[in-house]
């Protein structure tokens, strides 16, 4: 599981088998999940994050989009 980045307490990683599906990342802390589609970011999954919780996290996701993109590229090609 690659960690991309941490920030506010929250750790952005992806799990190293899921390069066949759309660009995404996961997102953990402290027992709860998300996952946030790339392209365009938006909220796919969640399991214990508020709602508030997860508008925050979306902001972070995009304003931290493009490095996300390059780092599953990095990881996963094209």
Same mark, same amino acid.
């Given at each position: 599981?690659? /960690?991309?980045?941490?920030?506010?307490?929250?750790?952005?990683?992806?799990?190293?088998?899921?390069?066949?599906?759309?660009?995404? *990342?996961? %997102?953990?802390?402290?027992?709860? /999940?998300?996952?946030?589609?790339?392209?365009? %970011?938006?909220?796919?999954?969640?399991?214990?994050?508020? &709602?508030?919780? *997860?508008?925050?996290?979306?902001? %972070? *996701?995009?304003?931290? &989009?493009?490095?996300?993109?390059? %780092?599953?590229?990095?990881?996963?090609?094209?």
């Amino acid at each position: 599981m690659p /960690t991309a980045m941490r920030r506010d307490g929250l750790r952005m990683f992806f799990y190293s088998n899921e390069g066949e599906e759309p660009a995404h *990342v996961h %997102v953990e802390r402290r027992g709860a /999940t998300a996952e946030f589609w790339l392209i365009p %970011v938006e909220s796919a999954q969640n399991s214990g994050f508020s &709602a508030h919780e *997860v508008r925050k996290i979306r902001r %972070v *996701v995009i304003e931290n &989009a493009n490095y996300l993109r390059e %780092v599953w590229r990095e990881l996963f090609g094209a």
